[in-house]
Structures are given as C-alpha cells and as structure tokens.
C-alpha cells in the first residue's frame, strides 16, 4: 500500500509539473533590461535567438521556486534573473530542458555552513531533495569575470545537468548523446590525470579531484575561456560542443 501510495504521488507530482510548465509568466521589459544590462551571453545573441532564451526563461521562472536563506529577507527579480538565465544558457542547445527534478533554488548572502557535511560551501547541489543551493556573493563574482573560467552559477548547473541525465522518473533523462559523452569521458580522463600530476592545463587545479568536479570546471572553461580551450585541445573541445549542442566561440569574438 506504501509503495502504492508514493507511486501515486510521484505522478501526481510529474503531472502537477507538466501543467506548471506549460503555463509561461511573460517577463517585464524590465526583467529583460536586466538580461541585457547585465548578462553577456544574452547580449551577443541574435534577437531570435533572445526571443527564445526569453521563452525558455520564462518557463523556468514558473517552475522554480527560489528561496532566501540567512540574511536575505527576499530572493529579488534581478536574483531570479540572472541565476535563471544561468541555467538557460547552460541548457540552451536543447529545446525544452529545464532541469526538472531541481526545483528548489537556495540563496545564500556568502558561504555557508553546510549541517550535512560539517563545512563551508559556496554553493552546492542535493539531488536526493532536488536543490540547488548557491552563495550570492560569490554568483556575482563569478558573473564580474567572464573569462577566467570560474563562474559558480555554471559550475552548480553543470553539476545539476550531469545527474539531471541520470535521473529516470522524470521526462528529461538520457539527454546526453551515451556515444559522445562517453568519447568526452575518455578525454577527460587524460585531462584529469594531467591536472593530478601537476602539468599546466586550461583548468584549474579542481577540475582534478573526480570526474564530477572535471565536468563542471569543463563547462566553466567552455563558456568563459572557448578560444583558449578549443586552441589547448581541439578534440575534448569538439566533444562539448556535440555533448552542449552548442559552441561559444560563435558569441564570443
């Protein structure tokens, strides 16, 4: 009867979901001043191209709820925004990926203490609850800089895509081409044992510690350091690009 009951409850859920997502909250012309003020990416786009990043945005600000922690009183539009757009441009080579199974969004003022781990984080994903939790502070710092290759908004949404493929209860799993990831992994394994022993790669020295975290600082490198990345090695470079449907490089001059 349990398990007939928590089945009956995750349909509910995915079918509470599909409604939610097929309903679309029309952004402001202010929201959109905010992507074009402030969000790079968006910028370089083509106005097709930002018709869509702004549809696909406005899907995703319906279906997340987005939650102040510590001392923020109020997650503010320009919050939603920006972290929003985030995952938008991390998931724009597909057309209707938004990362279901995330659907709560933590803000943090700065780093926090972390009950589950006993340390401080800047950010971090929890499948097993479906948060993605992040460190405004350090969001913004990432966004100031957009070509040293560390953005924490991307490296959280990396982390939340690779196990978002994973995740079979939901409409959005298997997404990753298995031939094409599977060629990446076997280049990014090279490029990880690299980073172990010390030699001087386009990532940093965490892009080392497991395939997880190569990943995400693969993507952060991808979308802030393209030229430098595809000039290092043109092959794993390739491999994003048809893992991402996507190739930074034609945004950023």
């Not at 172990?196 to 490198?221: C, H, I, M, P, Q």
Request: hydrophobic share 40%; proline share 3%; glycine share 6%.
């Amino acid at each position: 009867m349990f398990l007939l009951h928590s089945l009956l409850f995750e349909i509910f859920e995915w079918l509470s979901d599909g409604v939610g997502y097929l309903k679309r909250r029309k952004m402001t012309s202010s929201e959109k001043a905010i992507l074009e003020n402030t969000f790079p990416y968006y910028q370089r786009l083509n106005q097709k191209h930002k018709d869509e990043f702004v549809r696909k945005l406005e899907m995703v600000l319906i279906g997340k709820s987005f939650i102040a922690r510590g001392d923020i009183r109020e997650v503010t539009p320009e919050m939603k925004i920006l972290i929003g757009a985030t995952i938008i441009m991390v998931t724009f080579g597909w057309k209707d990926l938004r990362l279901l199974h995330f659907k709560k969004i933590l803000v943090y003022p700065s780093t926090y203490y972390s009950t589950i781990s006993k340390q401080y984080h800047r950010g971090e994903v929890n499948p097993r609850h479906g948060i993605i939790a992040l460190s405004w502070s350090c969001f913004l710092e990432g966004m100031e800089n957009q070509k040293d290759g560390v953005n924490l908004g991307i490296h959280e949404v990396a982390h939340a895509l690779k196990l978002e493929n994973q995740i079979y209860y939901n409409s959005e799993s298997d997404f990753f081409n298995p031939e094409v990831y599977d060629s990446f992994q076997l280049l990014a394994n090279k490029e990880i044992e690299k980073v172990k022993a010390g030699y001087l790669t386009v990532f940093r020295s965490s892009a080392g510690l497991n395939e997880d975290e190569f990943f995400a600082v693969a993507l952060e490198t991808f979308f802030e350091k393209s030229h430098e990345f595809f000039q290092y090695n043109p092959e794993l470079y390739g491999t994003l690009i048809r893992l991402m449907r996507q190739d930074p490089r034609v945004w950023i001059k």
